[in-house]
T-cell receptor, first 115, second 112 residues
Framework: GAGVSQSPSNKVTEKGKDVELRCDPISGHTALYWYRQRLGQGLEFLIYFQGNSAPDKSGLPSDRFSAERTGESVSTLTIQRTQQEDSAVYLC?????????????FGQGTRLTVV | QKEVEQDPGPLSVPEGAIVSLNCTYSNSAFQYFMWYRQYSRKGPELLMYTYSSGNKEDGRFTAQVDKSSKYISLFIRDSQPSDSATYLCAMNYGGSQGNLIFGKGTKLSVKP
């Protein structure tokens, strides 16, 4: 594909429900990132995958958050027992670089609203 | 102290003005510096990417990095209404740590 694709683009869920967000990175990109952006705020790092290395999960805010990536392809971010403070835009990015500075390309994001 | 500081603005300028956007950072280990532009309800778009200190120019955009002062800048010449967006600085360590650290973004409005 031409760019990073995220689905769904919008998601409204009830408090306490689980949600799954999907990211399709640019083909051939080895690195994949998830960020969260609350209204009017900057980007908050969640998790980083690089090839077959163990992911950097240091940004996940609680154990309700988890993410997986199959090889160098699709990634899913799962939020269990959603809370209202989880409402935000969840952004995925991918990068072709390994072991150096990162030219990360972002998707359009999934806007999550927890009611 | 946050790792990356960026004035959120908003910043309003007339069309044709030169715009200066800035970030400061605290960690001297940062090696790679980026500027992203984010339009409303869109994902961030990579504008400029520089390594270590120095200048980089691309059309109307110039990125500057001063590692001795831990200060980076983005200049926009002949600003246009289409430049109205939020500008985010980002940086990382390189090496095995690919995580990008972002500033909060500066909201820019260019008035016709």
């Amino acid at each position: 594909g031409a760019g990073v694709s995220q689905s769904p683009s919008n998601k409204v869920t009830e408090k306490g429900k689980d949600v799954e967000l999907r990211c399709d990175p640019i083909s051939g990109h080895t690195a994949l990132y998830w960020y969260r952006q609350r209204l009017g705020q900057g980007l908050e790092f969640l998790i980083y995958f690089q090839g077959n290395s163990a992911p950097d999960k240091s940004g996940l805010p609680s154990d309700r958050f988890s993410a997986e990536r199959t090889g160098e392809s699709v990634s899913t971010l799962t939020i269990q027992r959603t809370q209202q403070e989880d409402s935000a835009v969840y952004l995925c990015a991918s990068s072709p670089q390994q072991g150096r500075g990162t030219e990360a390309f972002f998707g359009q994001g999934t806007r999550l609203t927890v009611v | 102290q946050k790792e990356v500081e960026q004035d959120p603005g908003p910043l309003s300028v007339p069309e044709g003005a030169i715009v200066s956007l800035n970030c400061t950072y605290s960690n001297s280990a940062f090696q790679y510096f980026m500027w992203y532009r984010q339009y409303s309800r869109k994902g961030p778009e990579l504008l400029m990417y520089t390594y270590s200190s120095g200048n980089k120019e691309d059309g109307r955009f110039t990125a500057q990095v001063d590692k001795s002062s831990k200060y980076i800048s983005l200049f926009i010449r002949d600003s246009q209404p289409s430049d109205s967006a939020t500008y985010l600085c980002a940086m990382n360590y390189g090496g095995s740590q690919g995580n990008l650290i972002f500033g909060k973004g500066t909201k820019l409005s260019v008035k016709p």
